[in-house]
């Protein structure tokens, strides 16, 4: 009775926007028992928000029954996310909770990588043939829309071979006279996507045209399912954090910041962090070269921050500019040498402001006799062509490393502003006091 | 006649895809020339997926009647998007382009900030009253969809006083028997944003609910247009590059890499450089006021890149992580003291180990008395234990700052890497001497 008087009763439900609000600071456990507390006209909704890690998590914290329910809520392709979001001890127990055809399509769409168009698609579309009436379609349409379909938007054209031949919008099918034929009123040669597309270039294709669905089709031109745009909204989300957690110098986290395990993190964090680490020990060793400079002009130490870190500084801020370009399409590998070429004349005007601003703070330094000794003056060029030389560095390392990874096949958002500052790092310590040691011969060296 | 060749003939015809490929590279002028070239049946579609700033530029390179044969091919947001691109002056001429209803639909459109929820939606939505018969509303529909409306996918019920009432998708009302009244197959108080709702937070509310589209209202509840989520697969877009553009240390550019003027990018990229130098000299005064202590043990200096590029390392690990969390809503003001126990001990253990490979790469460095004097061990420790510090101040400082910049109403995401870096740089320094003191007073010091 008692759990008669919880499903159905008025009292001590909790509404589902609470619920929501408190959900981040959650345990599992304490999901689960928020969850089964929630109106039960409210439930779906909430349930149908969240991401399939989500899902899954809550899903594994039920008893068969209610997972069975819950698990039958969902489309294939939201199903087969939650699948692949599952341990892997878990994964056939949870298929097995679904009805025949929907387990044999999500089994299919577990078949392709998550991040690929296969990944992405629903195999719930609406389609029909070239030789139908205007009509006869919509009247067929009417059927399938009381079925589980992901969209009736777009109506797919195939001949018998699903072979997709062309594409209607639904607004146009609907506008069109009743006794045309199908295939008078469809677009030919529809854009569509290759079933192992990488989910950047399907979200690319979605920027571009605007669409609100597109076929996905295997080498031989048979339609396997439709890629609606509201998935692309997380992908072009999910896309971009997965390149600023990068770019901050840290591997992708693929679970919010809040929800990843602490020794995950530490790994994901460390590696890199140890990495650059490895890197910035060659400054020991370069400084180390530099010793006898070092001893005669102790002045010279005291620059070193300020000059290495704005060469770290301005190589941030051209990789991190020129890896978004790449990764949106705005520029492409051929376009090296003009980027090239901006960032160098980048690199002259910034280091040249840089490079007089710390000429002109040593030059008109209170005391700088006492502080910077009798050649202070010499010391504020040194300083300042250093400064010059390494903005300058910096912008062009930063802007061409991207274009060097991409080209070996590798991941641009690796040259993240850390890793970029470490290069810098290393090789304008080696430029300060090679200028240094030319500028200030016979005076302080 | 040269011209009617040029229009008509099959010969001297660009191809869509060879513009598109070489857009990027060309100036405004080649542009205009190049669409000139193209097969008009092609032309509208090339024309549809530039973004409003290259529409814009394009318009502006043609002649008056070419430039209403274009102006008019656009539905009134994108029209509204392409008029706040073109220069000043030329708002006026453009809209007198448009047909009376259109233009005012685009002047209204004007009112709203561009990404403000106003900007982004379409007035052009269809729409039923709640006490016609489905079968009635079809057929309405059908009226309708032959017009220019941006979507027939959802369809929104309004009383007389333009207040909405309720939503019913196409698809469910074409499931639905004829004889039912709207009222009875609408979903009531569908969920709408306010029309100053900023475009961030539309976007969190389409990933969020999966929706298609969404109605947008005012403070009386009466529906002034649709939000399509074709048009949030931009804004996510937009808004994720302008982060990660000041992430890198930049001012957001608002515009293609490559399209930005040169003098701009000048300004965008030097006065956060210039910002950043200022904070760094006092890096040179730090090191002046440990100028004593270098110069008895000129050693320290080796370390000194070291030392504080960890520091900026691991804050800038923490600073982009807790940026992108705070960003799409991961991360609330309120979780500041989950992050700040869980980078405190993400700092202790990351700078344990970061400090221990410091510590073993001195002890067992060849040639470590040669190098590093006899008292190589207490140097080890020092450097050590400065990077354990130095790496938890960088995790904490580095997480702590968006939750302050947030709290001051000022963005998150000007905690940047090199921000960061610039700040534990100084810091840094000051905990290393003094560290230095401690461990070496009696010794070296």
Redesign the interface.
């Known amino acids: 009775m008692q759990s008669e008087s919880q499903t159905r009763g008025e009292s001590g439900r909790l509404p589902a926007a609470d619920l929501q609000d408190a959900w981040?600071?959650l345990s599992d456990a304490e999901r689960v028992e928020g969850f089964r507390l929630l109106d039960p006209e409210e439930a779906p909704d909430v349930f149908?928000?969240l991401d399939a890690r989500e899902q899954s998590a809550l899903l594994l914290g039920f008893g068969r029954a209610e997972r069975q329910i819950w698990m039958r809520q969902l489309p294939p392709d939201d199903a087969a996310d939650l699948v692949q979001e599952a341990p892997e001890e878990w994964r056939e127990e949870l298929l097995s909770l679904l009805d025949e055809p929907t387990r044999k399509e999500v089994v299919a769409l577990l078949a392709y990588a998550e991040d690929d168009a296969g990944g992405l698609m629903s195999p719930r579309y609406v389609r029909v043939r070239p030789d139908m009436r205007v009509d006869e379609a919509i009247t067929y349409?009417?059927r399938q829309?009381?079925e589980r379909?992901e969209?009736?938007?777009y109506i797919y054209v195939q001949d018998a071979q699903q072979r997709l031949l062309g594409v209607v919008s639904?607004?146009e099918l609907?506008?069109a006279p009743s006794d045309r034929l199908v295939r008078d009123v469809m677009s030919a040669e529809p854009v569509s996507v290759a079933e192992d597309l990488d989910q950047e270039s399907v979200?690319q294709l979605?920027?571009?045209?605007?669409?609100?669905a597109m076929p996905v089709v295997d080498a031989e031109g048979r339609m396997k399912g439709i890629i609606?745009?509201?998935?692309?909204?997380?992908v072009?989300?999910e896309e971009?954090?997965e390149?600023?957690?990068k770019?901050?110098?840290?591997a992708a986290?693929d679970a919010?910041?809040?929800d990843v395990g602490?020794l995950e993190?530490?790994r994901k964090?460390?590696v890199?962090?140890?990495v650059?680490?490895l890197g910035?020990?060659m400054?020991?060793s370069a400084?180390?070269h530099y010793?006898d400079e070092?001893?005669r002009a102790?002045i010279l130490?005291?620059?070193?921050?300020?000059v290495?870190?704005?060469g770290?500084?301005?190589g941030?801020?051209a990789?991190?500019?020129?890896?978004?370009?790449i990764a949106?399409g705005?520029?492409?590998l051929r376009?090296w040498w003009?980027?090239l070429r901006?960032e160098i004349?980048?690199g002259l005007?910034?280091g040249g402001?840089?490079g007089t601003?710390?000429l002109v703070?040593i030059l008109l330094w209170p005391g700088r006799e006492e502080?910077y000794g009798p050649h202070y003056a010499l010391l504020g060029v040194a300083v300042g062509v250093s400064l010059l030389g390494i903005?300058l560095w910096g912008a062009v390392a930063g802007a061409m490393l991207p274009f060097v990874l991409r080209r070996l096949g590798l991941d641009p958002a690796t040259a993240?502003?850390?890793f970029v500052?470490?290069l810098v790092?290393v090789t304008g310590?080696m430029l300060y006091f090679n200028v240094a040691s030319v500028v200030l011969r016979g005076t302080l060296l």
Chains 1, 2 share one sequence.
């Open positions: 981040p600071a149908g928000e349409l009417r829309a009381q379909v969209t009736i938007y639904f607004r609907f506008a979200s979605f920027a571009q045209h605007d669409f609100v609606t745009v509201d998935d692309i909204v997380d072009v989300q971009a954090t390149d600023i957690q770019l901050g110098g840290t986290l919010p910041y809040l602490f993190l530490v964090r460390g890199w962090l140890s650059l680490f910035e020990l400054t020991a400084m180390a010793e070092l001893a102790l130490a005291l620059f070193i921050p300020l290495i870190s704005s770290g500084n301005s941030s801020q990789s991190t500019l020129v890896i978004r370009a949106i705005e520029v492409r376009d003009r980027v901006r004349a980048m005007v910034l402001f840089l601003l710390g703070r502080v903005v993240s502003a850390p500052a470490t790092d310590l």
